[in-house]
């Protein structure tokens, strides 16, 4: 058992859908999250860039006396984990690899999609973890860079959700996938639009869910769950806090037991 | 006369159409240019950040002993021209006192609106140097964050463009502005399809040309032209480079006598 909390990170705060999750399964784990409000977005900077943008951040984090790190962002996922475990000593949990196992358990043609931005895209971070667990599916990809923005916009329904929507999906529909991974946190809020110009046949993968499954299977493997009884507060950090900062919150996380701070870490 | 270089800052590349008209009036101008790709963007983030970080690329463009320093960004300009004024010696110009005063000669109606970042338009900048020109003047506001990243990824001629155009301006246009200020170095790129939504009737001021033309009025009072009788190369220094700047920097500016460096700055 430890009570420690579980840091959680991100570029912003679409990381709160993996967050949102966690607390489903585990709401007695206190969760420190941070949000890199300042320097966001990561998914059209370089990966040297997200690398140091990781390291920085991780270095923040590490000074709450974490039990463990969820590095929430596919940006960041795609390119920061082997520097991250080689820097600190707490076990370091990336969004990849849980969304890839479940693509696997979810393909049946072993062709499947991956959207994210330019970032996770280009990374080739799926690409090896998918064709580590089974190299026999292919992986098709697409950058849908206007999703994001649409999503922190509260514009998921509205006609322009749904034009980006079918510019960015149709050329992957094409190669008859079954399977389509949505690769960046903010993607499930797009959830129904997807699901629209993709039709019922292919399915869809939100790694938040199962990201939140493998960390609990990790915390319980090495004994790490906490022994408390209590729902925990989650502790918000971000580094700006801009106006529209506390509506987005609320689309993604609701507003009970969620306390807010500004991170003193000048970046 | 002077021939030091002319520094131009931006939150990220957006700031090269005012480079392209500074250039077109005086191409002897050696001309160095900074984005903060690695920060971008500016327009959703706070006062604060927005001011300590141009203070930090200031710091950075005064180690080229600059004779003046242009903030080409809005979102800056909004915020930040006090500050590096008290900081600095060196002159430092804005985007908005152009920009209004540009508006001011186009408007009969005296009803203007402004199109922005969330920055840019919740801050009071605007509202405040067009009262100051002629109280009468009626400023009508709208934060636009869509029409970057549509810029960025080429799409100013797209149908989302369009949809996101009409969903912006629409409101404006029920206030019977006969004047639109495109407050934000991206926008020109989008010129032609908000005049398909704003029609005939609305002027549109282009913030780049009336800077570009107070920057030579500037410096021939100053007597701070240069001598040189040659076209000069444009020094751009970046934050953080990106796969895509590369195209995003043609889109802007083309791909004569221009330099590009990663700065060393590590933001």
Do not use: W
Request: charged letters at 25%; one cysteine or more.
């Amino acid at each position: 058992m430890d009570n420690r909390p579980i840091a959680v990170f991100d570029s912003g705060i679409g990381g709160l859908t993996v967050v949102k999750q966690i607390r489903r399964l585990m709401p007695n784990e206190k969760i420190i999250y941070f949000g890199d409000t300042a320097r966001l977005p990561y998914g059209s900077k370089s990966p040297e860039t997200i690398v140091r943008y990781a390291l920085e951040v991780a270095a923040f984090l590490s000074g709450f006396d974490i039990k463990i790190l969820v590095v929430a962002c596919n940006s960041s996922s795609s390119y920061s984990i082997d520097a991250l475990r080689a820097k600190f000593d707490f076990p370091v949990l990336g969004v990849i690899e849980p969304g890839s196992e479940a693509a696997h358990r979810a393909t049946k043609s072993k062709r499947v999609g991956l959207i994210g931005t330019y970032a996770t895209v280009q990374g080739k971070a799926y690409d090896r973890t998918l064709s580590g667990i089974d190299r026999d599916i292919k992986l098709y990809k697409k950058a849908c860079p206007l999703f994001v923005p649409i999503v922190e916009e509260g514009l998921y329904n509205h006609p322009i959700a749904r034009q980006a929507a079918e510019m960015y999906l149709t050329p992957l529909l094409t190669h008859n996938i079954d399977t389509l991974i949505l690769g960046c946190t903010h993607y499930p809020l797009l959830k129904s639009t997807i699901r629209e110009v993709v039709g019922k046949k292919v399915r869809l993968v939100d790694s938040a869910q199962s990201t939140a499954r493998l960390l609990h299977e990790v915390l319980e493997q090495k004994d790490l769950l906490s022994a408390s009884k209590k729902q925990k507060d989650i502790d918000i950090f971000v580094s700006d806090v801009q106006n529209k900062f506390h509506k987005v919150t609320r689309i993604f996380l609701g507003k009970n037991g969620v306390n807010i701070n500004k991170a003193d870490l000048n970046v």
